[in-house]
Nanobody
Framework: VQLQASGGGLVQAGGSLRLSCAAV????????MGWFRQPPGKEREVVAA????????HYADAVKGRFTISRHGALNTVDLQMNNLKPEDTAVYYC??????????????????WGQGTQVTVSS
């Protein structure tokens, strides 16, 4: 599946952004989904993940209570709402899909497909 991430940009600390990940050509209904980020000079890390069907979510401790992952079947998208952004949230954000047609689990690694990344910059 081809993924296209959008919605990044420059925002002041305390502001909000909404990232969206759209699938091209295939439905996301058989995929568990995740959002990752890679801060400058650091390793890529999981931010949030969501199961294929029941919407169970997982968040990294650093973003709990501020970020919300959600999926929209009709639009074939997975969004990441980011509130109360902090300078340490500055990173390239990637959406990812993992083929999981018969499981209902969220995953923090071993994804099969990746979007192109979108830059999020939070100024202090």
């Amino acid at each position: 599946v081809q993924l296209q991430a959008s919605g990044g940009g420059l925002v002041q600390a305390g502001g909000s952004l909404r990232l969206s990940c759209a699938a091209v050509g295939r439905t996301l209904s058989s995929y568990a989904m995740g959002w990752f980020r890679q801060p400058p000079g650091k390793e890529r890390e999981v931010v949030a993940a969501i199961t294929r069907s029941d919407g169970t979510t997982h968040y990294a401790d650093a973003v709990k209570g501020r970020f919300t992952i959600s999926r929209h079947g009709a639009l074939n998208t997975v969004d990441l709402q980011m509130n109360n952004l902090k300078p340490e949230d500055t990173a390239v954000y990637y959406c990812a899909a993992r083929w999981a047609p018969r499981t209902n689990t969220y995953y923090t690694k071993n994804y099969h497909f990746w979007g192109q990344g979108t830059q999020v910059t939070v100024s202090s």
